[in-house]
Each structure stands twice: as structure tokens, then as C-alpha cells.
């Protein structure tokens, strides 16, 4: 994991997350690791802040690392087993031995729940750190419990303690993680704009596995989301040290191009929530290993 980070810095992150998504208790139960809850997580923090600052001694270049809260799982009552008072605890747990692992800010993602969401960010706000919040959408542009961008948006707007950050990661591609913080800028009340999304939903062409967004695509993308009004951009899932090179030359060499729209999203990116382009001639073709 340290050489991971490390390829992550040395291609231009400001920010990486640690190793940590899937390792909140119910998560680790299926591994039959549920007691070490503390124990990995703080060392997923102590590795990744570690790699940063041997990035820093080296290169004098700052970075900054986030702790990665990935969902429980579970759904909450009366659909699932998942209540309230567990999910807060388990949400706890994995927060502050992330923060007593030295993180500088917590990263809640993938989140799909509202009531998830709402959990997990009183959790991280409880640490004193800051906290990013993002939600994936990805079911008929909404995320699979039917949350849509708007409804993210306006959730913190009730007055339920909003992130520093919000905004949306994963989902099947750069064009619709962008058309997504379009609908969550509109909204969104207050705080900085996130967004991470992955290189497209894979498939296989010829025996191989294949991704719609190479590092020439995904640089294209950050530039866009920069436009939208984004002050953390990122990769998300196959998005690599390649991909992430890509998008910091983009955004250091390329001034910013003016309003982000669905136009200009379409003309660059393709059209979003359109399956079709995933056979566009701009994939990344990758081998299974």
C-alpha cells in the first residue's frame, strides 16, 4: 500500500485516501475480522500518512490525506437488520481510529442511504475533522436507494450538520459523474464541490477488460469539473497513477475554459447516461491480470 501512495503522490495527488473503505465492522465480520476495526484502520492512516510525508521530505511538495468511510452494507431498518444506534457506533468506531491514525480530513463515499449518509457524517464531524460526503449515483441517475443529486443536495440544506465537502464519486463514468455535480451545484447550499469518478463501467472486448475513459479522457474531465465549480477532483475505482498524471498536467498547463455545461459535457465526454459510448474508440484497454 505504501508503493501505491506513493505512485498516487509522484503523479501529482494532492489528496489520497487511505486504504480503509471496506473496513468498518459489518464489512470486516464477513472476513472474520470484526475485533481489528482499530487496528486497520489506524494502520491504513499511519500508511498512507507516512507515504506522505516521505513524499514531502523528498520532494518539499505538501499532500494531504483523507480516511476512506465506505458503506456498512447493510439496510437499515424496516428494509434491513442496519438501526440507527449500530450504524452510529460502527461509523464512530472506524472515525476516530482513522483520526488517531493522523489523518487531516475524513471521506465518506459510496454512499447510497440517505440515513447512511446522515450517520456516517455525524460520526466524522465528531472527530473534529473535516469531513467530505458523496454519494454514488449510478440507477437512472439516482444511487440504488433512489436519492437523487438534488435530494443530496438539499438533504444538508435541512439542516443536518453538511460536510465541508459534497459531491458525487464512482458511478460508470467521468460524463455522468459530472452531470451529476451539475445537478448538486444547483442545490447544494454550501461548501466546496467534490467530485471522483471512475474510468467507466468495464467490459470485454476481444478477452480483454476495457474501460471508456483513458488518462487522455479522464484529463478532459478533471478540466470540465474545474469548470463546474469543483475544488476537489479526483479518480475513482481503476482510475490510476497514469490517469491522475494525465489530469494534474491537464489542470496545470490548461486555463480554465469557462462554464461547464451538459453541451460542452456531451461534445467532449459523449453524452451521459448513454451505455452506448462505453464501445466509444477512447476506451483504455486493459488486460485481466
Not at 104 to 109: G, K, N, Y
Not at 161 to 186: K, M, S
Request: aromatic share 6%.
Amino acid at each position: 500500500m505504501r508503493a501505491a501512495h506513493a505512485a498516487f503522490l509522484a503523479a501529482g495527488s494532492d489528496l489520497i485516501l487511505t486504504n480503509s473503505f471496506g473496513a468498518n465492522r459489518p464489512r470486516l465480520e464477513l472476513h472474520r475480522q470484526g475485533d481489528q476495526v482499530a487496528a486497520l484502520n489506524r494502520a491504513a492512516a499511519e500508511v498512507a500518512c507516512d507515504a506522505v510525508e516521505d513524499h514531502r521530505r523528498r520532494t518539499g511538495k505538501p499532500a494531504w490525506v483523507a480516511g476512506s468511510m465506505g458503506p456498512t452494507g447493510s439496510l437499515f431498518t424496516p428494509l434491513g437488520p442496519l438501526t440507527d444506534d449500530a450504524a452510529a457506533a460502527f461509523f464512530t468506531e472506524q472515525a476516530t481510529a482513522l483520526a488517531a491514525g493522523g489523518v487531516d480530513l475524513l471521506w465518506v463515499e459510496t454512499m447510497s442511504d440517505e440515513a447512511e449518509v446522515k450517520t456516517a457524517v455525524a460520526a466524522a464531524r465528531a472527530t473534529g475533522l473535516p469531513v467530505v460526503c458523496t454519494m454514488s449515483f449510478d440507477t437512472h441517475q439516482r444511487t440504488m436507494m433512489g436519492v437523487a443529486p438534488a435530494d443530496f443536495a438539499g438533504f444538508w440544506a435541512a439542516g443536518h450538520g453538511a460536510p465541508n465537502a459534497l459531491g458525487a464519486n464512482c458511478g460508470i463514468g467521468p460524463a455522468e459523474a459530472l452531470d451529476t455535480v451539475l445537478d448538486i451545484a444547483a442545490a447544494a447550499p454550501s461548501g466546496d464541490l467534490a467530485i471522483k469518478g471512475n474510468c467507466g463501467v468495464p467490459f470485454i472486448d476481444q478477452g480483454e477488460v476495457c474501460y471508456r475513459a483513458a488518462p487522455a479522457t479522464m484529463a478532459d474531465y478533471a478540466c470540465l469539473a474545474r469548470d463546474a465549480g469543483a475544488r476537489i477532483i479526483g479518480g475513482c475505482c481503476v482510475t490510476g497513477p497514469l490517469h491522475v498524471a494525465a489530469m494534474a498536467a491537464a489542470l496545470a498547463d490548461r486555463a480554465p475554459g469557462g462554464r461547464c455545461d451538459r453541451d460542452r459535457i456531451a461534445a467532449v465526454l459523449g453524452a451521459p447516461w448513454n451505455m452506448a459510448s462505453a464501445a466509444s474508440p477512447r476506451r483504455d484497454r486493459r488486460r485481466r491480470r
